[in-house]
């Protein structure tokens, strides 16, 4: 499914009301008090969560700014990053049992955020690239996968990489890209210079597979080398059929 820029905003502002959202950490400062008095009185209560719902923010995000104040007064020093996502992947290793049941709570009831939401997402995308293969040796097109382009020492690299470049739509493409999600401005954008830009520099043009579909606007980069499509080419033309015709 494709929308219109005006129609996308629209959606977005509506959604910009539904909670939940996110607000300035002054709120959840004036608010903290209250999750330590809330689990003093009963420990196995969803107090963070609550509290979190209260002042309209994830829960995940709640959990990890308490986590990472806990275990900085602990430790006396800044815990990282990759720590504190361990802690929130499996919450027994927090070294406290009231704080680990506060940041379970958190993170299985968050749809938005965290490390539940992070599973889901990606064994979405697999699905996703599962299909793309499917449909690719569906039309006995060859290909080089993104795992054994790894395996060569290759960095940056698209799902699939077409062993023989076909035409799309009168679009050559060298490469095709499996997004399981909405194409918004702000992620587009943002994969543009992460990694399509890359892949075009590297491998030449290609296509990216929008599942969910995208904003129709941001399909204006087809003359440099950036095909936009919301779901499998169905009139791809290969070097064979164009030998064929001839």
């Given amino acids: 499914m494709k929308l219109s820029k005006a129609q996308y905003d629209e959606i977005a502002q509506f959604l910009g009301h539904v909670q939940p959202t996110r607000q300035s950490l002054r709120k959840l400062k004036e608010k903290f008090p209250r999750y330590l008095n809330g689990v003093m009185k009963n420990a196995a209560a969803p107090v963070l969560l609550d509290l979190a719902n209260e002042v309209d923010f994830a829960p995940s995000l709640m959990a990890r700014i308490v986590l990472e104040k806990f275990l900085q007064e602990k430790e006396q020093a800044i815990p990282s990053k990759t ?3 361990s802690m929130l992947r ?3 290793q927090i070294p406290d049992g009231v704080l680990a049941n506060q940041v379970y709570q958190c993170t299985v009831n968050d749809c938005c955020y965290g490390p539940l939401v992070d599973c889901i997402k990606h064994a979405i995308g697999h699905e996703h690239e599962v299909l793309l293969r499917e449909m690719l040796l ?22 699939f990489i077409l062993e023989v470049p076909v035409a799309v739509e009168g679009h050559i493409i060298h490469w095709i890209e499996s997004k399981a999600s909405f194409g918004d401005e ?3 954008q943002a994969h543009l210079q992460d990694q399509f830009w890359s892949y075009w520099n590297r491998f030449g ?3 990216v597979i929008y599942w969910y579909g995208f904003i129709e606007e941001l399909d204006c980069h087809r003359e440099r080398g950036i095909l936009l499509k919301d779901c499998f080419p169905t009139d791809i033309v290969t070097l064979r059929h164009s030998m064929a015709q001839r």
């Fill in 90 to 92: 499996d919450p027994s």
């Fill in 186 to 188: 702000s992620s587009h």
């Fill in 83 to 85: 720590l504190i996502s």
């Fill in 205 to 207: 043009p290609g296509l």
């Fill in 138 to 159: 569906e039309k006995n097109l060859s290909f080089i996968a993104e795992d054994q382009l790894r395996a060569k020492g290759y960095d940056k690299t698209p799902d």
